[in-house]
């Protein structure tokens, strides 16, 4: 999944080995990761992006079943989340075909594996963020092939058709995914209590050795102050966040977001910094902390408390940041003294 990943749990090392938890674990990881992924060409996912247009293509249930959670969020959003923003993601430089870029260049050169002091990494990252704004032509061009209603979903059959030309792309909910799936594996083991955590996402269950309920810290855009925005206590459920403040451009001034808005094909100018979402599934909360980040503070909050759904923004403000919290979010925030 390119990112790391932390399990922690209660039991006796007799009971359930540390190599043997984290075997399963890795396994469970490592097979959404090779279904799902975007960065490997023969992945199940990728076979369907090559797929013929107009034929339905089978898959594995649980690829489906994600994205029809995928396409109900869209739903809800009025597009604003959408699985098929690939084209206008590689556009604006954060997606799989830059990254693809960089292999292909470290492949050519030996020396220059350690990314860190790759001069050819450092020119693409110059090249790619700090300057370069597409132009219209090629962001309509870009959105000509972006569209969730023009992909068919059949949970019965087990297919996706693209009725256009389409890339999806679960990357904003197949990390959320892999954590669910890390703790199906868990409690296949008879693991009852437990923390996973897989590139920020996080899912709790039970409690820790002391009794305690798991409390985990939101950071927040001011990770230079006090390191934590607020602490909450899921009770079994996941927390997700997203946020523009560690993966943006400047040109001129002005902020680019990582995240793409589906609908008018620019990232995100709003003034929203992070979102943190808890739900049931780490995999929902992940694609809502996306849909979040693209509705902003306001129409975000709204939804939030219309549906009923955890949420709590950070955004910018001209004398730093500000929070505002669903009220669906705030019986698991921890009163600090």
């Not at 292999?103 to 350690?114: A, G, I, L, P, R």
């Not at 607020?230 to 993966?247: I, R």
């Amino acid at each position: 999944m390119g990112t790391t990943y932390n399990v922690s749990y209660v039991a006796t090392l007799f009971s359930h080995p540390v190599k043997d938890v984290s075997r399963v674990v890795h396994d469970a990881l490592s097979d959404v990761d090779q279904r799902m992924s975007t960065y490997k060409p023969d992945s199940e996912l990728m076979q369907f992006n090559r797929a013929p247009v107009g034929e339905p293509f089978k898959l594995s249930s649980d690829i489906v079943q994600l994205v029809q959670e995928a396409q109900e969020i869209s739903d809800i959003s009025d597009g604003a989340y959408d699985i098929t923003v690939g084209p206008l993601v590689n556009l604006w430089g954060f997606g799989p075909t830059q990254w693809a870029a960089v292999k292909e260049s470290q492949d050519d050169d030996s020396d220059s594996h350690q990314l860190a002091n790759a001069p050819e990494f450092v020119k693409w990252i110059e090249d790619q963020y700090p300057g370069h704004i597409p132009d219209e032509t090629a962001i309509q061009e870009a959105l000509a092939k972006v569209g969730y209603q023009s992909l068919t979903v059949d949970t019965e059959g087990s297919t996706l058709t693209r009725e256009k030309e389409l890339f999806v792309d679960l990357s904003s909910i197949a990390k959320g995914y892999g954590v669910d799936r890390a703790a199906a594996a868990l409690r296949a083991q008879g693991i009852e209590d437990f923390i996973v955590e897989v590139g920020g996402e996080v899912l709790v269950q039970g409690v820790k050795p002391n009794g305690k309920l798991w409390r985990l810290a939101v950071i927040g855009p001011e990770m230079g102050k006090n390191g934590v925005s607020a602490l909450v206590e899921p009770l079994d459920k996941a927390l997700a966040t997203s946020g523009d403040y560690l993966n943006f451009f400047e040109v001129d001034g002005k902020r680019y977001s990582h995240t793409i808005n589906p609908v008018t094909g620019w990232p995100e100018a709003k003034r929203v910094a992070e979102v943190a979402v808890i739900a049931d599934t780490s995999a929902r909360a992940d694609a809502l902390a996306t849909m979040f980040m693209v509705l902003g503070d306001e129409k975000g909050l709204e939804l939030a408390n219309r549906l009923g759904i955890a949420a709590r923004f950070a955004y910018y403000t001209d004398e730093g940041f500000e929070t505002v919290t669903s009220e669906a979010f705030k019986p698991y925030l921890v009163k600090q003294p």
